[in-house]
C-alpha cells in the first residue's frame, strides 16, 4: 500500500482557509459540507451557488444579479452588468507591516518594495500611460526579466482598462514580436538587459529589432539595471510617478477604471507548435474570482505569506504569482538561474527571503536530488509550509525525496492546469493527504472527468482531461479570431461542448489524479511551455538543414528529453562543427531554453497526408507506445520512417 507524502493534522483542518470557506458557505445556503469531497461536489453541481460564495467571501461587493447567464461551452457569459477591476482587489490589501515584493537578482542583495511604493509607483505609471493617449482596450507590451518593474507596469495599465502582455527577455527579438506583435501595442515595457547563470544578457539590440518590427508603438519606457542605451526611449525612473500629473493635481491617488465582468485583462500565448502563437485573452473578473479561489482556498496562502514560484513574465506562473497580491502576501521576484552559483541555489534564496510557499519544477527537483543536495541540513527553512510543483508530472521518487530532503512537514502540491486558463484544474489542498505521484484533488468549482476516445468517463485507467462545465477564467476568446472557430478548434472540436485540454490523466479510486503527460505535442521543460515552430523557423533556415522534429518525451524518473531530428541537405554532413551552429541558432534565434538534449541524425520526417509533422505520434512511440497504436500507416506520408523511429527507441 502506498505511504502518503503527506498528511494533514487535526490543526492544519481546522486552520485551513477552505475549512472558513466551508463553514461560511454552509451559514449562507445551509450547504453542510464535512470534507473537501463534499465541498467540491457541491462546487460543480451548484456553479452558480459557489461562484456567488466566493464573490461574497472575498467580499467583492454586492453581487450584481445573475452569476452565469448562459452555461454553453465556448461562449459561457458570468456576471452580466458587473463591473470591476482586477486591480482595486490589489489597493485593498495595502498595508504597512510587511512588504509587497522582495525583488531578487543574481550577485544583488534583496530589496523590499513596500505597498505605499508598489502602489504609488502604479499609480504614476498610469498617468504617464493616460498622457501617452493610453485608453481602455489599448495594448501595452512588456519584454522584461521578472522584475518589480513588471509587475508595476501590469497592474498600471490593467488599472485603466488597457490590456497586458509580456514576454521574458529570454526570447529573441522576432519570438517576442511573433507574439507581441499581434497586438499591435501602444507602449513597449522593456528594460537594458537581465541576469542568468553569473553573466548579464544585455538586449538593447533585441529591443531594437523588436521595436522595429511594432509600429504601433507611441513610445518606449526601458528600465536600467546594465548601463545600455536605447536610443528614444524614456527612462522608467524618469516616467514612473508620472511626474506633470502629479505636480498639475497633487494627487497621488490610484485612480482605477471599472470595466466589465469579461474586459480583457491580458493576453497569454500558446506554445506555437503549429504556427504562430495564438493569443489567449482572459477577463478581469474571471481571472480575479478564479486566482482568489486558486491562491487563498487551493493554495491556503494569505496576507502572512511570502510567495515564491520561479517563473518568467513569459509563463503563466507569473500571473499566478502575482496573484499572490490579491490576498495580501508578499511575492518575490528573482532575475536568474534557479541552479547558480550552485545547485541548490534556489533554497538558499528560500531560505534568505523566509519563502512560505515555494514553487518549482520537477526538473529542478530532480538536479538537486541528482546534485546530492540536501536543502533541510543546508538552509534554514524553518518558514516554508508548502513547496508547489507545475510543468510537468513529479514522478514519486522526487516526492520522496522531498519529503526526506526538504521535511516531512511540507506538503508537495503539485499542480496541473495551463496557460488556458491562467490557473489549475488539479492540485492540493491544505485538508487532504499528499500521495507520491499523484495530485490530490480536482480543484473547487472544477467539473473534471477522464475520458476516453468515445467520450465516456473512465476511472483507474488512462483518459483525456476534459472540463465538462465553464470556469470564469475559461477565454474571453483568442486574439485575432472573428468568429471563434479557432478558439472552438483548440478545445472543443473532439467533444462538442466539453472542454479537451490535452492531458492524460488516470483518476484513482482516493479521488486523487494522476497525470501522464501531454496527448499534444507542446514543449514543456522544467516547466516552460515552449514552441516547437520557433526551433523549426532557426533550425530550418540554415542551409544544411533540409527540415528538422523536435519533440518532449516526460521519462520515468522525472526528466524531461528533448532530442532534435535533423534532415540533410544533400552533401551535408551532421558534424560536431554543425550541431554547434544548430544550438548557436535556437540559442541566439529563439532562447537558450529552446536548445535541445540531442541532435539526431534521421533519414526524413513523417507528416500527414496534409503534410504536418507527425510530432505527437513520434512523441508517443518514445515514451511506449507501439506504432500501429499511435497513427494509422494510411495516414502517412511515408510510412516507412515510422519504423526508423520506433527501431530508434
Not at 473534471?448 to 482531461?465: F, I, T, Y
Request: aromatic share 8%.
Amino acid at each position: 500500500m502506498v505511504e502518503p507524502q503527506w498528511v494533514p493534522s487535526e490543526a492544519d483542518v481546522a486552520a485551513a482557509r477552505v475549512t472558513d470557506f466551508a463553514r461560511f458557505v454552509e451559514r449562507r445556503t445551509g450547504v453542510s459540507a464535512p470534507d473537501y469531497r463534499t465541498l467540491w461536489q457541491w462546487s460543480v453541481d451548484d456553479l452558480p451557488g459557489f461562484w456567488r460564495a466566493v464573490w461574497e467571501y472575498f467580499d467583492l461587493g454586492e453581487v450584481p444579479g445573475e452569476v452565469l447567464a448562459d452555461a454553453t461551452m465556448p461562449g459561457a457569459r458570468w456576471f452580466p452588468g458587473a463591473r470591476l477591476n482586477y486591480v482595486d482587489q490589489v489597493v485593498r490589501q495595502a498595508r504597512v507591516d510587511r512588504p509587497a515584493i522582495l525583488a531578487v537578482s543574481e550577485g544583488e542583495e534583496i530589496r523590499e518594495i513596500s505597498w505605499a511604493e508598489m502602489l504609488a509607483q502604479a499609480a504614476g505609471f498610469a498617468r504617464t500611460l493616460r498622457e501617452l493617449g493610453v485608453r481602455p482596450g489599448d495594448r501595452v507590451a512588456g519584454y522584461l526579466p521578472n522584475i518589480p518593474e513588471a509587475v508595476i507596469a501590469f497592474l498600471a495599465t490593467a488599472s485603466l482598462g488597457a490590456i497586458w502582455s509580456a514576454c521574458g527577455q529570454d526570447y529573441s527579438a522576432q519570438a517576442a514580436l511573433d507574439r507581441l506583435g499581434q497586438l499591435e501595442p501602444v507602449v513597449l515595457v522593456t528594460a537594458d538587459g537581465y541576469r542568468f547563470g553569473g553573466k548579464t544578457h544585455g538586449r538593447c539590440e533585441e529591443i531594437e529589432g523588436l521595436r522595429s518590427g511594432l509600429p504601433s508603438l507611441r513610445a518606449t519606457v526601458v528600465v536600467s539595471r546594465l548601463g545600455g542605451t536605447v536610443p528614444g526611449a524614456l527612462p522608467w525612473d524618469a516616467v514612473e510617478l508620472g511626474l506633470a500629473d502629479a505636480e498639475a493635481d497633487g494627487s497621488d491617488e490610484f485612480v482605477t477604471e471599472p470595466v466589465d465582468f469579461g474586459h480583457p485583462l491580458w493576453v497569454l500565448y500558446s506554445s506555437g507548435t503549429t504556427g504562430k502563437p495564438k493569443g489567449i485573452v482572459h477577463g478581469h473578473g474571471g481571472v480575479l474570482l478564479e486566482h482568489l479561489k486558486a491562491v487563498a482556498l487551493q493554495s491556503d496562502i494569505g496576507p502572512d505569506d511570502t510567495f515564491f514560484w520561479y517563473t518568467s513574465p513569459s509563463w503563466m506562473m507569473w500571473n499566478f504569482q502575482v496573484a499572490g497580491l490579491l490576498v495580501g502576501a508578499t511575492i518575490v521576484c528573482y532575475d536568474g538561474s534557479p541552479g547558480y552559483p550552485e545547485p541548490d541555489s534556489l533554497w538558499e534564496l528560500a531560505a534568505r527571503t523566509r519563502t512560505t510557499v515555494l514553487g518549482t519544477s520537477p526538473g529542478y527537483v530532480l538536479a538537486c536530488a541528482k546534485a546530492g543536495v540536501v536543502p533541510r541540513r543546508d538552509h534554514d527553512l524553518s518558514a516554508l509550509r508548502m513547496v508547489g510543483i507545475t510543468g510537468s508530472a513529479l514522478p514519486p521518487s522526487s516526492s520522496l525525496w522531498l519529503r526526506a530532503n526538504v521535511g516531512e512537514r511540507v506538503p508537495v502540491a503539485s499542480i496541473s492546469g495551463g496557460t488556458d486558463v491562467v490557473s489549475a484544474f488539479i492540485g492540493g489542498v491544505r485538508t487532504v493527504p499528499v500521495w507520491p505521484g499523484e495530485l490530490s484533488v480536482p480543484y473547487l468549482g472544477t467539473a473534471l472527468e477522464a475520458w476516453d476516445e468515445n467520450g465516456r468517463p473512465v476511472r483507474g485507467e488512462v483518459g483525456e482531461l476534459v472540463i465538462t462545465k465553464p470556469m470564469p477564467s475559461m477565454p474571453v476568446c483568442f486574439w485575432n479570431d472573428p468568429d471563434g472557430s479557432r478558439y472552438h478548434d483548440a478545445y472543443f472540436d473532439m467533444f462538442p461542448g466539453v472542454w479537451r485540454h490535452g492531458d492524460w490523466i488516470t483518476l484513482t479510486e482516493r479521488g486523487s489524479i494522476v497525470v501522464h503527460g501531454r496527448s499534444d505535442s507542446t514543449l514543456n521543460r522544467n516547466g516552460i511551455r515552449m514552441g516547437s515552430a520557433d526551433i523549426y523557423q532557426a533550425v530550418e533556415a540554415l542551409p544544411e538543414i533540409a527540415e528538422a522534429l523536435v519533440i518532449g518525451v516526460e521519462e520515468a524518473d522525472g526528466g524531461y528529453w528533448m532530442p532534435l531530428f535533423v534532415v540533410l541537405a544533400a552533401g551535408a554532413e551532421l558534424d560536431e562543427a554543425l550541431k554547434q551552429r544548430i544550438n548557436t541558432a535556437i540559442r541566439t534565434e529563439v532562447s537558450p531554453r529552446h536548445v535541445p538534449d540531442e541532435i539526431i541524425l534521421a533519414p526524413g520526417i513523417p507528416h500527414t497526408r496534409t503534410g504536418k509533422k507527425l510530432e505527437v505520434p513520434i512523441k508517443k512511440l518514445f515514451q511506449g507506445a507501439e506504432a500501429e497504436r499511435v497513427v494509422a500507416p494510411t495516414a502517412v506520408d511515408d510510412p516507412a520512417l515510422l519504423e526508423w523511429y520506433a527501431a530508434l527507441r
